[in-house]
């Protein structure tokens, strides 16, 4: 059988080539391997709040910071002055309603006095009356108590109006205060964002900003690659995707630490990919294709080691290999 198989050797190959696609289909019925897999931790990616010149940079490439180290600094002459100029303007807004409130006091007894000398007037007016209705006096007094009445009564209306001007004015410094308080809070809060520190212990990542670089507000100025969430991401053929499940047994190696054999758990997978690189970037786009050749579309699963191994750094974005058995 074999000589006749030699005398034909595209059958041959043929038939080595059917058995050895037979042989995949059945194994990735109980396995799933992939090379396109890739070290990750959570970076956070550190930008300036504020714009304005780098004054000050307190780390170099590939430095490890604890949180709360210095990281650099922006040019802190400008939001200070700020802060001194709406300081200024707060306590002018608060003498302005000490002022208006002084205009309250004075008002409210102009009030009392106007209506105290009203009280009199129509006191003397009725008595004018009483005399003036028993023939005891003239009328030209009656006229001088009418005038006076009516006269006190304008002066009280004239008081009052004072009254509603001078509390409408402590209404408008009350509000010039909230607005200057605001202000002050916002240049305070620009002013404490001029030192930037790291939110968590990391490494640097390499970066490209400079001394003197002027920043605006966005700019993204270094990234600090931390420990948090240590992780091999591995980019898995959808056709494995319905067999793959949470916790499941994972052999991998590391590019790092090559050779070596390490355990691990799938612990996320992917619950969707763009199709396109186009679309927004909010769930990742895994490339479908290599060279000339077009791949099925993969799924990023993530995958947690038992345990870091000791002496071996993290190194995002380092290539590992990811083998799951089902």
């Given at each position: 059988m074999l000589s006749r198989l030699l005398r034909h050797p595209v059958a041959l190959i043929i038939g080595v080539v059917a058995a050895l696609f037979a042989l995949y289909e059945i194994s990735v019925r109980f396995l799933a391997y992939t090379a396109d897999a890739y070290v990750m931790s959570d970076i956070v990616v550190i930008s300036s709040q504020i714009e304005g010149p780098v004054s000050r940079l307190a780390v170099q490439n590939n430095q490890p910071v604890a949180a709360g180290d210095l990281l650099f600094e922006i040019e802190r002459t400008p939001f200070a002055l700020k802060v001194q100029e709406a300081q200024a303007t707060l306590t002018q807004a608060q003498a302005d309603l000490g002022l208006a409130q002084d205009e309250v006091r004075a008002a409210t007894a102009n009030i009392t006095a106007t209506q105290a000398v009203q009280t009199n007037a129509q006191s003397q007016l009725a008595r004018v009356r009483t005399l003036s209705g028993e023939g005891y006096s003239p009328e030209a007094s009656l006229d001088v108590a009418t005038r006076d009445v009516a006269t006190a009564g304008?002066?009280?209306?004239?008081?009052?109006?004072?009254?509603?001007?001078?509390?409408?004015?402590?209404?408008?410094?009350?509000?010039?205060?909230?607005?200057?308080?605001?202000?002050?809070?916002?240049?305070?809060?620009?002013?404490?964002?001029?030192?930037?520190?790291?939110?968590?212990?990391?490494?640097?990542?390499?970066?490209?900003?400079?001394?003197?670089?002027?920043?605006?507000?966005?700019?993204?100025?270094?990234?600090?690659?931390?420990?948090?969430?240590?992780?091999?991401?591995?980019?898995?053929?959808?056709?494995?995707?319905?067999?793959?499940?949470?916790?499941?047994?994972?052999?991998?190696?590391?590019?790092?630490?090559?050779?070596?054999?390490?355990?691990?758990?799938?612990?996320?997978?992917?619950?969707?990919?763009?199709?396109?690189?186009?679309?927004?970037?909010?769930?990742?786009?895994?490339?479908?294709?290599?060279?000339?050749?077009?791949?099925?579309?993969?799924?990023?699963?993530?995958?947690?080691?038992?345990?870091?191994?000791?002496?071996?750094?993290?190194?995002?974005?380092?290539?590992?290999?990811?083998?799951?058995?089902?």
């Open positions: 304008a002066n009280v209306l004239a008081a009052q109006a004072q009254l509603a001007v001078a509390s409408q004015r402590v209404a408008v410094a009350t509000a010039a205060i909230g607005s200057a308080q605001a202000a002050l809070a916002k240049a305070q809060y620009d002013l404490s964002k001029t030192v930037v520190t790291a939110p968590e212990p990391g490494r640097i990542a390499p970066f490209t900003t400079r001394l003197g670089d002027y920043l605006s507000a966005g700019s993204e100025v270094l990234a600090l690659v931390t420990e948090r969430r240590r992780r091999v991401v591995a980019n898995m053929g959808e056709r494995h995707l319905a067999r793959i499940r949470l916790g499941q047994r994972v052999l991998l190696t590391l590019g790092s630490d090559p050779w070596v054999l390490h355990w691990g758990r799938v612990s996320g997978i992917a619950a969707g990919v763009a199709r396109s690189p186009h679309n927004p970037r909010v769930i990742p786009y895994v490339e479908p294709t290599t060279d000339w050749v077009r791949l099925p579309r993969r799924f990023p699963v993530e995958v947690t080691l038992d345990g870091w191994p000791p002496g071996v750094g993290l190194f995002h974005g380092a290539d590992a290999r990811v083998l799951i058995w089902f």
